[in-house]
Nanobody, 125 residues
């Protein structure tokens, strides 16, 4: 497993932008697919975005396509989620997660074995 720590959450007005970071420990970061999930109060945790080990392939939930981008810097062991044109419905705790080493994309949280502690994103109307 890999240790993950999110940062960058906060309060922003609708239409604004916010960037999240997910920092990982260890020297095997480049062998992990990394995803972002989010969980709003009373809701199930849902897939938001994911990025392949090399960064060459990305996936997004339909609800964030065109507004969110995901990138990674394997030299810094960090994945970034840039969120633009934020909406109140984007309010949630955001988690980064990784499946077992060398595993690829999955939209199901059950496939992920390493999780960060989460960071709160609140979008006011």
């Amino acid at each position: 497993q890999v240790q993950l720590v999110e940062s960058g959450g906060g309060l922003v007005q609708a239409g604004g932008s916010l960037g999240l970071s997910c920092a990982a420990s260890g020297r095997t970061f480049s062998t992990y697919f990394i995803a972002w999930f989010r969980q709003a109060p009373g809701e199930e945790r849902e897939f938001v975005a994911g990025i392949s080990r090399s960064g060459g392939s990305t996936s997004f939930a339909d609800s964030v396509k065109g507004r969110f981008t995901i990138s990674r810097d394997n030299g810094k062991n960090t994945v970034y989620l840039q969120m633009n044109s934020l909406k109140p419905e984007d309010t949630a705790v955001y988690y980064c997660a990784a499946p077992p080493r060398w595993e690829g994309y999955s939209g199901s949280e059950r496939a992920y074995t390493s999780w960060g502690q989460g960071t709160q994103v609140t979008v006011s109307s």
